[in-house]
Each structure stands twice: as C-alpha cells, then as structure tokens.
C-alpha cells in the first residue's frame, strides 16, 4: 500500500510521496517543485488523453462504417443493423474472448467514471456514459479522463494560488 504524508506549511497542502517525509515540510522550493513537476505530468497526461480521443473515434469509426456499409441491404433499411452486430460480435471464440473481456471493463470504467464525476463535482457527468454507446468505449472514457486531469490540474492551480 503506498504510503504518503501530508505537507501543511505556509505553502499549502501537498500530498507527499513516501521517501520524502524527512524532507523538511515547510521548505518552499520543495513543495514548488513539487507542484510543478505535478502539473508538468498532469499535462503529459492530457495530451495522451486527447490524442487517444481523436484515435477514439476515428480508428473504431472507420470499422463501424464498414460493417454498416456491408450490411446495408437495401436503401429502404436502418444504417445499422444491431441485431447482425451482435451476432457477429459473438461470432466466433476470438471474438467473443474480446468482447468479453472489454463488457467486464467497461463495468468498471463506468464505475469509476460515476465515482470520480462525484468526487470531482464533475457537471455532465452522465454524457460520458451515453457516449460509450453513442460513439464508442474508447473515446468516451479517454475524454472522461481528459476532463478529469483538467479537473485536477484546475484544483492544483488553486492550491497553488492560496499558498
């Protein structure tokens, strides 16, 4: 289990790594340091999220409109024949390992994401979760953790400004 301290000096508060609770706790570079080096990799990890957004609905996108277009039968049918996507989604072993395991993770992102949007106080929470649907798993849940590292990096900066 990862233990941490809490740093509370005229600075603010900061969670410490465990290792550097001999570090004197009022130490005004250290805890900047800190914080910078936090928001430094909070915004690695925006841009990792927003890349695997777009690659979120573009690479599963492109395989959605080719399935709609092969099974399109007539001009007269839906664009999207669910009841064939299902089917070919459990098709074979393979296929069904895949689906599967991602029904499993999906649980608990959706999980995860309503748990954090609470403890966040994130508005609009539920749009991600209609988008899973709507769009996919992938660009849903990345830009849910887009938003989310905006979130921390907002409420960062605020700790920041009261010390």
């Known amino acids: 289990m990862r233990r ?12 410490l790594p465990s ?22 990799w909070n915004r690695v990890r925006q841009a990792i999220y927003i890349a695997a957004t777009v690659a979120g609905a573009l690479w599963p996108g492109y395989f959605l409109a080719q399935f709609m277009e092969a099974t399109q039968d007539s001009a007269d049918s839906l664009p999207f024949d669910l009841p064939t996507f ?8 393979a296929s ?7 029904t499993v993770v999906l649980v608990l992102a959706i999980t995860f994401m309503v748990t954090e949007s609470r403890r966040l106080k994130l508005r609009f929470w539920g749009i991600y979760i209609a988008l899973i649907f709507a769009i996919s798993f992938a660009f849903s ?12 990096e907002e409420s960062l ?4 400004a009261k010390a």
């Open 141 to 152: 849940f990345s830009l849910f953790m887009f938003v989310r590292e905006r979130k921390l």
């Open 157 to 160: 900066e605020l700790s920041e």
């Open 86 to 93: 299902i089917e070919q989604v459990w098709a074979n072993t």
């Open 4 to 15: 941490s301290h809490v740093c509370q000096a005229s600075t603010g508060i900061i969670d």
């Open 19 to 40: 290792g550097l609770e001999n570090y004197q706790y009022n130490d005004t570079k250290l805890v900047s340091k800190l914080l910078s080096l936090t928001m430094f």
């Open 96 to 102: 069904s390992f895949i689906a599967a395991d991602l």
